[in-house]
């Protein structure tokens, strides 16, 4: 399972970005995909989450980001809006599914995407 994360970029404060990521390879259902990031000498933190619609946000982007899927694509995008400086850091989506109908439900994450926001 791959999972490919687009759509960082440099943006003014006050800006938008919207990042996507697409799982491929074998998957039988997709349980959830999230979105991390992780700035610079900071833990990474969950930024929001989706799960059967159901969406979950940090406080700290509540009203400005806002997560979406496509099941029919196994992708999930992040639109955010509103931009400010501490969004600064890269960004990395994870998938939970399975690989076959009953299976476990196994974790993959992407590859980080930089997203950089000037004051």
């Known amino acids: 399972v791959q999972l490919q994360a687009s759509g960082g970029g440099l943006v003014q404060a006050g800006g938008s970005l919207r990042l996507s990521c697409a799982a491929s390879?074998?998957?039988?259902?997709?349980?959830?995909m999230g979105w991390y990031r992780q700035a610079p000498g900071k833990q990474r933190e969950s930024v929001a989450a989706?799960?059967?619609?159901?969406?979950n946000y940090a406080d700290s982007v509540k009203g400005r980001f806002t997560i979406s899927e496509d099941n029919a694509k196994n992708t999930v995008s992040l639109q955010m809006n509103s931009l400010k400086p501490e969004d600064t850091a890269d960004y990395y989506c994870?998938?939970?599914?399975?690989?076959?109908?009953?299976?476990?439900?196994?974790?993959?994450w992407g590859q980080g995407t930089l997203v950089t926001v000037s004051s």
């Open positions: 994870d998938a939970r599914l399975t690989h076959y109908s009953g299976s476990s439900t196994y974790a993959y």
């Open positions: 390879g074998s998957i039988a259902s997709i349980n959830a």
């Open positions: 989706i799960s059967g619609g159901s969406t």
